[in-house]
């Protein structure tokens, strides 16, 4: 039996069912345009958004990227003016120098931290800290949303808006410029159904499939590199209000997951399981699945297939900075794939950039990596 054909018209598709493709969805139609928000998972923001710290960044991660720590800090007070009930404000968040193979030393990073102008004051004594093994502590003022509340909140939100379709479980087939216009094939991957749309302007906000996405439009591609993630969560009865990173290099951190009572440990050298260079992200581990490609993802927290835990290798690491009496309990890990521009390898910059590779019709792609950005939208889209 042949499947049935839609046609619809609308000013906005947005691809991509994460924060920034909701948030751009949402800021659209509050403008006034008619937007079909469309994420080949069967539930929106399932990876990169809820895999990650949570750390609400202020500037202090990125001593290296002056212009990605200015950017953090110019976003965070609007972002928890609006998430301030998904927000943990209440723990002491230090930044700390390992003594041995940091990039940044203590008076460099107190330097970076004048220059930007955020808070930080050395702290000489602590009674959780190894000072044996650290060069210098810094208290600092950094606060930790929850993903898990916001992507509940976002995904309410968009699923009720007025002049949002949300399209999930959706796969784009094909698509081409006709005249001003975009005009695109997207099949519903439950039923089989083609769907016709055609859109004066195309907002690619799909991470790490974004070249996926721009090659199917005939566009250009940027150049990415990918990693299999996994964020570990443990829980201390000693660390529950405290959050601990150290700087800058081959390290790790520590910090409260927004409200949900663990912490989220991440560790520079045993984070990231599996990296690709290609354009789109290549892993051996694709062979093994037919619903998992360089051009279409799978979520990996749900893969048997997944990468191995390091959560010992990071707990290990982590309890070099901390006093024999803090106990560390391993509760489970998380993982996604995590990308970023090559270009950015040297200096750990995190921009966000949002290129229009093609002005008529439109073709925006959003590529970010930190959740306070979700505003840039704003200054560059044209309605």
């Keep these: 039996m042949a499947a049935s054909t839609e046609q619809i018209s609308v000013d906005f598709l947005v691809v991509g069912g994460g924060i920034f493709g909701v948030y751009a969805a949402l800021y659209l139609a509050s403008q006034g345009c008619q937007v079909v928000l469309v994420e080949k998972e069967k539930k929106l923001m399932q990876k990169a958004s809820v895999v990650n710290q949570a750390r609400l960044h202020s500037g202090y991660h990125y001593p290296r990227s002056v212009a990605t720590a200015r950017m953090s800090d110019e976003n965070k007070a609007r972002f928890t003016r609006d998430h301030q009930d998904f927000i943990l404000f209440d723990f002491a968040k230090y930044y700390a120098i390992d003594r041995y193979g940091s990039l940044t030393d203590a008076a460099q990073f107190e330097r970076f931290c004048r220059y930007i102008d955020i808070p930080c004051k050395p702290v000489n004594k602590h009674p959780l800290f ?52 975009w005009e ?27 070249n996926a996405i721009n090659q199917l439009f005939g566009l250009e591609e940027i ?24 700087m ?72 070099q900075y901390l006093t024999d009496e803090v106990a ?42 930190k959740i306070n950005s979700i505003y840039e939208i704003e200054k560059v889209v044209e309605l």
């Excluded at 898990?148 to 949300?166: C, F, P, T, W």
């Excluded at 089989?192 to 790490?208: C, E, F, G």
């Excluded at 699945?289 to 290798?313: A, H, L, M, W």
Aim: glycine share 6%; aromatic share 12%; net charge neutral.
């Design 184 to 210: 695109i094939e997207i099949r519903s991957l439950e039923n089989q159904n083609l769907k016709k749309v055609r859109a004066r302007q195309i907002i690619n906000a799909t991470y790490s499939a974004s």
């Design 248 to 319: 800058d290099g081959p390290f790790g951190s520590i910090m409260p997951y927004g409200k949900s009572g663990l912490l989220s440990l991440s560790s520079v050298a045993y984070t990231h399981h599996k990296v690709s260079y290609a354009a789109q992200p290549t892993f051996d581990c694709q062979s093994f699945r037919e619903d998992c490609s360089p051009g279409f993802t799978s979520v990996c927290n749900y893969c048997e297939f997944r990468p191995r835990s390091n959560y010992q290798k990071m707990l290990a690491q982590m309890r």
């Design 223 to 246: 150049n990415l590199m990918h990693e299999i993630s996994e964020m570990a969560f443990v829980s201390s009865p000693q660390l529950k209000n405290i959050g601990l990173t150290i």
């Design 130 to 181: 190894n000072y044996h093994r650290l060069e210098a502590v810094f208290e600092t003022q950094e606060y930790t949303f929850d993903p898990q509340l916001i992507a509940a909140y976002y995904r309410e939100k968009v699923n009720s808006a007025v002049g949002v379709d949300v399209w999930s479980y959706h796969q784009i087939e094909a698509a081409g410029a006709v005249g001003e216009a």
């Design 328 to 369: 560390l309990h391993y509760f489970t890990s998380m993982y996604t794939i995590k990308s970023k521009l090559r270009a950015n390898h040297i200096d750990d910059g995190r921009p966000t950039e949002i290129g229009l590779l093609s002005k008529n019709p439109r073709f925006y792609c959003i590529f970010a990596g």
